[in-house]
């Protein structure tokens, strides 16, 4: 069973970072990709990035290459999100997934989620 708990959230200014955490409370974190969404007021839930259990392979959407990094710590049963140079388009509930098999940009795939935790950024 896998059961995801997202932090770090918050409010912050246009250019400064946050890092994000997932932690699953179940035993099997290191056998699941792990991937982080968001989802804005008014839209589809869009995907942002995924990592294989390994931590070594891993896959970005286009536009958050770059200011988005994924990593995880599987001895800590958490994956992170690290955001840098954040803008106002980047605010958001922010929620992390766990996939066994699938198509790791689509959340229709994802068979568990967390609850979600919001980033604010103003301008």
């Known amino acids: 069973q896998v059961q995801l708990v997202e932090s770090g959230g918050g409010l912050v200014q246009a250019g400064d970072s946050l890092r994000l955490s997932c932690r699953d409370s179940?035993?099997?974190?290191?056998?699941?990709?792990m991937a982080w969404f968001r989802q804005a007021p008014g839209k589809e839930r869009e995907f942002l990035a995924a990592?294989?259990?390994?931590?070594?392979?891993?896959y970005y959407a286009d536009y958050g290459e770059g200011r988005f990094t994924i990593s995880r710590d599987n001895a800590k049963n958490t994956a992170y999100l690290q955001m840098d140079n954040l803008k106002p388009e980047d605010t958001a509930v922010y929620l992390c997934?766990?996939?066994?098999?699938?198509?790791?940009?689509?959340?229709?795939?994802?068979?568990?989620w967390g609850q979600g935790t919001q980033v604010t950024v103003s301008s």
């Open positions: 997934a766990a996939l066994q098999r699938g198509t790791w940009d689509q959340a229709k795939d994802y068979e568990y």
């Open positions: 990592q294989h259990w390994n931590g070594i392979r891993t």
């Open positions: 179940g035993r099997t974190f290191s056998s699941y990709v």
